[in-house]
């Protein structure tokens, strides 16, 4: 059976010239990058090429880039970092909408002594920047917002942001794990204090990610051990997937005009045909302010994980939601932060897009899927009890 890949908010197919980039550190140069030996300094100078590539990929400076082991240690090092550096200080601002490596660890601290200040986004899932605006306070340790949300696709103002903060001593970082790769990150530009991002989200292997640290910002390790990465992060360097990180910023890089017009333009192929051929079925989130390869649809009274049940019989690959959030049978905490309706949050799919889709693909599932939501209908109390007429 063909697969139609459309999860790659979830994980990305591993580039085939980054597996090769990545092989020869398997079998033929496996020295430790830590030894005093030619054969291991070798491997050392690949690993500071790779972080050269991850730097130009944000427009950092190469010292500013701590490699990590994915994303969710990028952000738990940052945040841990910040509030460390601000001991006094016991107020942390975020979104209702981010994903559980943060979410689930701000809600840990606020179990802690900390007061969380959990900003909410309107029904396209925009940030709120007013109220955002009013609850900053002399006792603001870290703000944490991240770049583009994972299910909806929207992008959150990290300039404007990172302006109200200015001269605040407020520490700014950004789980950017969904944005790089997609629209361009300017770390310069924006002002941002540190940056997380993943290797599996833009075509790189998995266990690998890194952290941008701002020049001259305070930091201290979350992981103790030896001098590697500059005493910032111990630990052997897991060097095959740091060259394919490596490796991949520098593919996706070039990749960025595709994913905003050729992958874009296919987001709203399929995004505008399961609109039209499916009744009521809703667009979750911004229409413009969206990464260009994700759309999130609810069908109404249907269960998502039905539908992603048998669009599996045809090879077809969506989300429900975040996949570290998947088994759950509660609704997104996206969607019910953006108000989205009983009867559409449990029938939501997110599809993401890469620039490995066809257009051969967006029209196979825009044949398939309307008539599996209408046989989903055809055994749904929900549908029936709400005086629906299937089309």
Not at 130 to 153: C, K, P, Q, Y
Not at 300 to 317: K, N, R, S, T
């Amino acid at each position: 059976m063909d697969i139609v890949y459309m999860d790659n908010n979830a994980t990305t197919k591993v580039d085939p010239v980054v597996l090769d980039a990545m092989m020869p550190y398997f079998t033929e140069f496996y020295g430790n990058a830590s030894s005093m030996h030619s054969f291991g300094g070798a491997v050392g100078r690949e690993i500071a090429a790779a972080r050269d590539k991850v730097a130009a990929l944000i427009n950092a400076e190469p010292g500013e880039i701590i490699f990590t082991s994915c994303g969710t240690e990028s952000d738990s090092t940052a945040i841990y970092a910040a509030i460390r550096s601000n001991p006094n200080k016991k107020h942390i601002i975020t979104s209702r909408v981010e994903h559980p490596a943060v979410k689930n660890l701000y809600e840990y601290l606020a179990k802690t002594g900390y007061r969380v200040t959990w900003v909410p986004v309107d029904k396209d899932g925009v940030l709120d920047m007013d109220f955002f605006r009013r609850h900053l306070s002399d006792d603001t340790a870290l703000v944490s917002i991240m770049w583009a949300n994972n299910e909806s696709g929207v992008i959150f103002p990290i300039a404007e942001i990172a302006d109200a903060l200015k001269d605040k001593g407020i520490v700014f970082h950004s789980d950017a794990v969904q944005a790089v790769g997609k629209v361009p990150v300017d770390v310069k530009a924006v002002g941002l204090d540190m940056l997380s991002l993943s290797g599996h989200k833009l075509h790189g292997p998995k266990g690998v990610g890194a952290l941008y640290v701002r020049k001259g910002a305070k930091f201290s390790p979350f992981m103790i051990g030896g001098h590697q990465e500059r005493g910032r992060r111990g630990g052997t360097e897991n060097v095959a997937s740091i060259v394919g990180l490596g490796r991949a910023s520098e593919l996706v890089k070039g990749h960025l005009e595709e994913m905003n017009t050729r992958v874009r333009a296919l987001r709203d192929r399929l995004e505008e045909g399961l609109l039209k051929n499916t009744p009521n079925a809703l667009l979750n989130g911004a229409k413009d302010l969206r990464l260009p390869n994700t759309t999130n649809i609810s069908f109404e009274y249907v269960e998502g994980e039905a539908i992603l049940l048998m669009m599996d019989q045809f090879g077809i690959c969506a989300s429900s939601g975040s996949a570290c959030t998947s088994g759950s049978l509660e609704p997104s905490h996206v969607l019910r932060a953006m108000g989205v309706p009983f009867t559409a949050a449990h029938g939501s799919i997110r599809f993401s897009l890469s620039t490995y889709n066809t257009e051969k693909e967006v029209d196979f599932v825009v044949e398939k899927l309307p008539p599996i939501i209408e046989r989903l209908r055809h055994m749904s109390p929900f549908w029936k009890g709400a005086g629906c007429q299937l089309q």
